[in-house]
């Protein structure tokens, strides 16, 4: 049986090899085997709340090493919610030690000195926004078009508009505007109008209201990733760290619609909510992100255009997972927050 392990760095498979007869404590090993973090530190639960920045404490989490996978009723491909500090499972980089300068030019540098010059990309722990809370009516015309008329084929996109709670820093989305737009499984170019959209802001400032987030939808045959599983497309990390970047608040939010289908084949439709991690919006803005995507490139994966530290490694790619920040995401009635 193979098991998607999801964490704040991305998503894994395991195979466990005896599903039957298999315990908690046996995934455990399994997890600290394949992910080098060390059972001590691991929490995991079947509960995707697991992830958020604070999760509440009624979280359910698999606390029993004893007790049989099997009593859990895990397909294959379920997923498994891991927590972990955050330096858990990065590698540790070698002690300092001097590298001779190249013939009579240069100084001598140490590891660190060349540490220090690249770039690491670190998981944010804590997102700006608090929590997000969508107006039902709002959330539930976005979705009805798309599940009616497009059948979730194609992508979706608009413009979040409503407040930011300054004490809070919660932020309450009360419409959602649409630009125009054509769509497809993996991408939306947004046709952007900067006088209509100078319209909907002034209307919207009428109204006590901003700008303050995005939400996109995500096609069912949107192309897969032949290394794994992933939350958002390298396409949508670009895309959604450029509009927080030209966003202007620190609590800009991101909102995820998708279908996602049951063994019974019916379907449910899921918000999530997150930010884009100060580091990914800082690397848009400084160039690093690739943003020219290839029809070959492997979705699950973010390109580099210089080489970048994450995970306690050089890398050029790093996984869209890993520039995520979860925010806690309810709803409210108009005029009722």
């Not at 029993?64 to 294959?76: E, H, K, Q, T």
């Not at 987030?213 to 990733?225: E, W």
Request: hydrophobic share 40%.
């Amino acid at each position: 049986m193979i098991l998607r392990i999801r964490s704040r760095d991305g998503t894994d498979r395991i195979t466990v090899p005896d599903p039957a007869s298999a315990t908690v404590a046996d995934l455990q090993r399994l997890i600290e085997s394949h992910l080098t973090v060390p059972v001590p530190l691991q929490r995991i639960s079947l509960d995707p709340a697991l992830l958020l920045p604070t999760p509440s404490a009624a979280v359910p989490l698999l606390a029993d090493p004893a007790a049989p996978l099997a009593s859990l009723r895990l397909a294959n491909g379920a997923f498994v919610y891991l927590a972990y500090p955050p330096d858990a499972r990065s590698a540790r980089p070698p002690p300092p030690r001097a590298l001779s300068a190249a013939g009579s030019f240069g100084k001598k540098m140490t590891m660190d000195d060349l540490i220090a010059r690249q770039i690491r990309v670190t998981r944010q722990e804590n997102a700006l926004c608090a929590a997000a809370s969508f107006d039902r009516d709002a959330a539930n015309a976005f979705q009805l078009y798309v599940a009616e008329s497009l059948a979730f084929a194609a992508k979706r996109a608009g413009f979040l508009y409503g407040l930011v709670d300054a004490e809070t820093k919660e932020v309450f989305v009360d419409f959602i505007y649409e630009p125009p737009q054509q769509g497809s499984e993996d991408v939306v170019h947004l046709m952007r109008d900067p006088d209509e959209e100078a319209r909907v802001d002034a209307i919207a400032e009428g109204l006590g209201m901003r700008r303050v987030g995005l939400v996109f939808t995500q096609a069912v045959g949107r192309k897969a990733s032949e290394t794994g599983e992933y939350t958002v497309s390298n396409r949508e990390v670009v895309q959604a760290a450029q509009l927080q970047a030209e966003g202007g608040i620190p609590e800009w939010v991101t909102a995820i619609v998708k279908l996602e289908v049951g063994d019974d084949g019916t379907g449910d439709v899921h918000f999530e909510a997150f930010q884009m991690s100060e580091i990914c919006v800082k690397l848009v803005k400084d160039g690093v992100l690739e943003t020219e995507i290839g029809d070959s490139d492997d979705p699950r994966l973010s390109k580099m255009r210089k080489e970048v530290m994450a995970g306690g490694k050089d890398t050029m790619e790093v996984d869209n997972d890993f520039f995520l920040v979860p925010v806690k995401i309810s709803d409210h009635q108009a005029g009722r927050k």
